[in-house]
Structure formats: C-alpha cells, structure tokens
C-alpha cells in the first residue's frame, strides 16, 4: 500500500520518489537530483557498523564524561569532522540520517560549505575572537549585520529588535518587556516613576514590583530558566522541586485526528479552551494580579507537537487585545523556516502582527522582535554582557542568503508534502502502531499506540540509520534541516516502513 502511494508521488517530487536505501533508489535519486544543490560529498545513506547504538566508544566516552559532569541526557558522541549535511556521523563510525537536527536547530545541516567559507574572512575571524558586550560596544558594522540577517526576515509588521543569546533568556526578557509595557499604560502617558516605586522594587515589594501575570498553555516549553518555567507545563522533570508562581495555565487544544474527519469537535474544542482562557484572565485581573500577556507556541514542540487551528489563534488575539494583554508568541523551536513559511505564525493570517516574537534555535542567535510600544525607554532595563552574540548574526547573515538563493522555503514545502503523504499510507497500513500524522512543512510528527510502542519505533530506527526523537507522551517528531530532499524523504518513509512490519 505505501509503494502505490510512492508510486503516485513520482510526477510531483523533483528527486528520488524510489526508496532511497535501495540499489535502485540510489540510481533514480542520482538522475534527478539537480534541481537543487545537494551537499557535494554528503553520504549516499546511513551506515550501520555497531550492534547497538551508543556503541562501544561513545559508551567509554560517555563514562569518562560522567565522572566530570551529569550526563544522563546524553545519546551519542558525534564525529563533527565526519558530519556533513543531513547525515551525522558518531564516534564509532556509524552514519545516521538525521531528521532531528539538534532539537530543531540546524536550519542547513552539518557543515554547510558556505557557512565554512565563513571563516576565510579575517573580519569574521575578529569577530568571533573579540566578542563584543553588543549592548555596549558593538562593532561597526552591526546595525549593516542585523539589517542583513534578523531584519531581512523580519515577521510582517514587527520592525524592532532585541538580540540575546538562547531561547530561554529571550522570553524572560521579553516577559520583562511586557511587564514594563502593561505598568507604562498604567501610569499613563507623561507619568513619572515615583520615588515610591524606587524603593520599594529594592525589596520585591509593591507598588515598585507589581504582582502581574502571564497566561500559559498546559503542554507548553518555553525554557527551564525561573519565569520561563514557570510557563512550561510539558514535562514534570523540568519543574519538580523548583519554586514557582501562581500564573494562570488554560488547556490547549486537543484535537482529533484525521483533521478533516472532526472538524465539529475539533472547533468545539477551540471553542471551549478560548473560553477557559478569557476565564481565567478576568479571574486573575478582578483578584489583583493581572494578565500582563499570553504566551503560546504556534505549534507545542515539547508538549507533543500539538497543533491549533488559525481560528484558534485568530481569536486568541482578540481575546487578548480586548483584555489589555499582550499577545507573546514563541517560536523558537518553529522559526527559521521549517513550517514552509520563514514564521510559523504566518499560517494563521492573524489581523496584525503579534505583539512580540521570540526566537532561537535555527535562528543561530536568539531575541525577541517586537512593536514599537514594547521597547524600554531608558538603557540597562533588558541587558546582559553580551546581547548574543555577533558570530551567530554572522552565520545567519549567510544561512539566510542560502535559504533565498536555493529556495529552501519551497524545498520544505516539497518535501513536507513527501512526508506527510507517505506517512498517511503508512497510516493506513498499520493503524496498530502509528496514527494522527500532523504537521506543517517539514515540522512533522506522528503517535505511536502508546509510549512503549512509540520509544520502540524511535529505538528501531536508529538501528537502521535514522536519527529521530520523540516529545509529548507518545509522539515521533521530524525536525530535518531545510536543505533535507525528496529522497532523503523517501529514504526516511522506506526505513520506517521497515520498522513498522518488524513491530
């Protein structure tokens, strides 16, 4: 059934539409493989020359590891010499295709030449070595930098900016931004700080430290630093004895697969968790601690790539802008391109930008872009030494270069649809193993039965050469770079198929 509908994808895709892992595959995928550049000397497939993986090497390294630092997070040592493109390859010489990319972090896979030829450029070098504190002295060619790498991708309609060095840090400063924007409307326009206020922000007392709040979304990651996670509601081992603070948490929506089969319940879901939400802020706002914002993933990356609807969050926005809130959306793990649009957000057609957008991961750097209103009128109120880091905007200055001239965009869209249309075969052929493939772009995943049967599929792959991962209580996410091809598509669906008849 799955080779039928490979079989019907052969006039869509550009490359290889055969299994790629076979002889024959590799033959077809050789002839068609020139509409887009692949990595020159990137493997042909993966490479399997352990019994296990870890194997025997990344076990010893993994022991010596251990005695320094706490390590239980640990899957692999990798070879970075020997990585190239969609392929790594680990300390004891196995090749895995890699459809997981860092958690979503590789917007052009390992080793990408141009990125490299990065540093024949002896001002690249000094920027890399002297790196500057950018909030103080940067360099002089920064604002040329960001023009031509941050701003270049811009959201539609957010035209400010404020770099920092990681997710985490980037949406506890834009948290910061929005508490500082709720207190000034407030005050009033042409209201002065009191003397009051001064003082009693010294000592984390009011009216200096007010007692606002951020709504959240049960199932979300927004980071593991303190406000961050006390947003985070994805795992129990990111919170458990950590002090945390009484934000309200509205449900997410759950939705019912396949889409267009509940299309009834699944808007009554929206409905129902849109309501829970304006509850909840009139319940916080009339007990004295406003809902200063919101904060939500276009799609729950961590949580179990829960997706909602554009109505959803079209809604969402209004809800929020009726009751004074700032709309935060976070899009570190779904920014940089992997949706098929640059901003995952951008799916939704929402009425006017978002207040804030956070980022990170395939963005190189992190930082939040914002609207005007949301920048801090007086320096050192969002600052740390560095303010990111200017090598990242370096990088990403020429990744998103690449994206334009090779058109990664569309080569996201192509391959999600490989994807997504394979993986609904696979669907349908065994509904005892896997079942609610969702996803936009290349930003893809699928449940097992259950968390046993889901851990057993990501295991088995591996074995096979495929380096996936899992997230939620029982998913399998695709997070490939965006220069990942129909036939490594292809290659991808004909090793899974094998692991799914094996089950």
């Known amino acids: 059934m799955y080779r039928n509908a490979i079989n019907q994808l052969k006039n869509h895709v550009t490359r290889n ?4 892992g076979s002889v024959r595959g590799q033959q077809t995928a050789a002839k068609l493989a020139n509409q887009r550049p692949l990595i020159a000397n990137e493997p042909s497939g993966p490479m399997i020359v352990t019994d296990s993986i870890p194997g025997p090497v990344s076990n010893s390294k993994l022991e010596e590891l251990s005695q320094i630092q706490e390590t239980h997070s640990i899957q692999l040592f ?74 270049a991708v811009s959201p539609p309609g957010l035209q400010h900016l404020c770099t920092m060095a990681c997710g985490s840090c980037s949406n506890e400063n834009a948290f910061k931004a929005i508490y500082m924007w709720y207190r000034n409307k407030e005050r009033g326009p042409g209201a002065t700080v009191t003397q009051e206020e001064l003082e009693s922000c010294m000592v984390n007392k009011q009216p200096g430290s007010p007692p606002y709040t951020l709504l959240s979304f049960m199932g979300a990651f927004h980071g593991r630093t303190m406000g961050c996670l006390t947003a985070t509601h994805s795992k129990a081992i990111h919170k458990l004895d950590i002090p945390s603070i009484d934000w309200p948490m509205a449900p997410f929506p759950k939705y019912k697969y396949p889409l267009e089969e509940h299309t009834r319940e699944n808007a009554e879901e929206d409905r129902k968790c849109l309501e829970m939400v304006e509850d909840l802020i009139h319940q916080y706002n009339k007990k004295g601690t406003p809902v200063a914002g919101i904060i939500i993933e276009p799609i729950q990356a961590e949580g179990g790539d829960n997706h909602a609807s554009p109505e959803f969050f079209q809604n969402l926005q209004q809800i929020a802008k009726r009751n004074g809130s700032a709309l935060l959306i976070d899009e570190v793990q779904t920014g940089g391109g992997p949706t098929g649009k640059f901003w995952a957000h951008e799916h939704f057609n929402l009425p006017e930008a978002p207040d804030i957008v956070t980022f990170s991961k395939k963005m190189l750097t992190g930082g939040y872009y914002c ?40 080569n996201v869209q192509e391959c999600g649809d490989v994807l997504m249309k394979g993986l609904n075969a696979l669907e349908k052929q065994y509904p005892q193993h896997i079942n609610s493939t969702r996803g936009r772009g290349t930003f893809i995943a699928f449940d097992g039965s259950d968390a046993a049967k889901r851990d057993a599929i990501v295991g088995k792959l591996k074995m096979k050469g495929i380096h996936s991962g899992g997230c939620g209580d029982k998913a399998v996410r695709l997070r490939p770079a965006l220069i990942f091809q129909p036939h490594h598509a292809n290659m991808f669906l004909d090793k899974l198929e094998s692991v799914l008849s094996e089950l």
């Open 371 to 410: 609207k005007k209103e949301f920048l801090p009128t007086q320096g050192y109120r969002i600052y740390n030494t560095w303010m990111g880091d200017p090598g990242k905007v370096i990088m990403l200055e020429e990744v998103v270069r690449v994206i334009k001239r090779d058109n990664l965009l569309e």
């Open 78 to 151: 990798l070879d970075y010499n020997r990585s190239l493109g969609n392929y790594i390859v680990d300390v004891d010489g196995n090749i895995l295709l890699d459809v997981y990319t860092q958690i979503s972090s590789m917007p052009l896979g390992y080793s990408h030449p141009d990125l490299l030829k990065l540093l024949n450029n002896a001002d690249n070098v000094r920027s890399f070595i002297n790196r500057p504190a950018l909030g103080a002295f940067p360099g002089t060619d920064w604002a040329d930098r960001l023009k031509n790498s941050l701003m």
């Open 17 to 20: 539409t055969l299994a790629a």
